[in-house]
């Protein structure tokens, strides 16, 4: 069964019409909506707690690595998943293959050990 440009026309129409929905949406409220900036209205509004000095302070970098690292991590145990499901039709080149990711998983940890992205002191 070969497929040709007609059968992806639907697609076509679906996309311009998402596309075309969210550019009028963001041009009607940019519009239409209210545009008067007052001094109250550019304050900074803290859930109603007076604002105490400056709100950029900076953060250390080793949270964000973490944070980062833990994304990492996790999306990578995710992939886990399909294998645990399936985990009794596998085979040995299958088992191989999981063996061969968990190592790959492990020497990534191990590096990230090794540099200390994980200390919290210095």
């Given at each position: 069964?070969q497929?040709s ?8 129409i679906?996309?311009?019409v998402?596309?075309g929905f ?6 009607a409220?940019?519009w ?25 302070i900076p ?38 293959e ?19 992205a994980?200390?919290w002191?210095?």
């Amino acid at each position: 069964m070969q497929s040709s440009t007609q059968d992806y026309f639907p697609i076509v129409i679906t996309f311009l019409v998402a596309l075309g929905f969210v550019v009028t949406t963001i041009a009607a409220t940019h519009w239409l909506g209210p545009n008067r900036k007052t001094k109250k209205k550019l304050e900074t509004f803290e859930c109603g707690i007076e604002v105490q000095g400056n709100a950029r302070i900076p953060f250390s970098v080793k949270y964000f690595l973490v944070a980062i690292l833990f994304v990492l991590f996790d999306v990578e145990v995710i992939f886990m998943y399909p294998w645990a499901v399936n985990f009794k039709e596998a085979n040995l080149v299958y088992f191989i293959e999981m063996l061969t990711f968990v190592a790959c998983l492990l020497i990534g940890f191990y590096y990230v050990i090794r540099k200390g992205a994980l200390k919290w002191e210095d």
